[in-house]
C-alpha cells in the first residue's frame, strides 16, 4: 500500500464512547455529507483537533473556516485523494491545521457566541 505505515479506519457505525476513542487517535478526520450537508461530525473533528478533511460546504458559518488553516475541503474525489496524500506525507501541516481548527472552535463557537450571532442576525 502506498501509506502502509498509517493506521487507517473506517466505520460505519460506532459507540459514542468508540467514536470519541477513534477521533483523539486521529491525525486527520474525514467528514463527507452521507444524509445531508448540515452535521456534527465537522464540529467533532475541530473539538477533538484532528486535521479536518471536509466535503466543501455551501453553509455560511459565523466565523468562516479557511481551507488551509483551519481545515481542507475537497470537491471531487481527486481532490479528496490529493489532499488526503498531501496531509499524509506532512505531518507537521495536519497538526497545525489540527490545532488552528480546534482554536477557532474553542474562541467563535461557544454557546455565547452563538448566541450573539444569532442575536445579531434577528435584528
Do not use: W
Not at 68 to 77: D, Q
Not at 94 to 104: A, P
Amino acid at each position: 500500500a502506498a501509506h502502509s505505515r498509517y493506521n487507517f479506519s473506517i466505520h460505519s457505525s460506532l459507540s459514542l464512547e468508540s467514536y470519541y476513542t477513534e477521533l483523539s487517535r486521529s491525525r486527520v478526520a474525514v467528514d463527507c455529507f452521507g444524509s445531508g450537508e448540515m452535521n456534527f461530525r465537522r464540529f467533532e473533528i475541530l473539538a477533538f483537533g484532528a486535521c479536518l478533511l471536509a466535503e466543501k460546504s455551501s453553509i455560511i458559518y459565523p466565523a468562516p473556516f479557511i481551507h488551509g488553516k483551519h481545515l481542507f475541503e475537497f470537491s471531487t474525489v481527486a481532490e479528496f485523494q490529493s489532499l488526503l496524500n498531501y496531509l499524509l506525507k506532512n505531518p507537521c501541516v495536519t497538526e497545525e491545521v489540527g490545532s488552528n481548527g480546534r482554536d477557532l472552535l474553542s474562541l467563535q463557537y461557544t454557546p455565547k457566541k452563538v448566541a450573539e450571532y444569532l442575536l445579531e442576525m434577528s435584528l
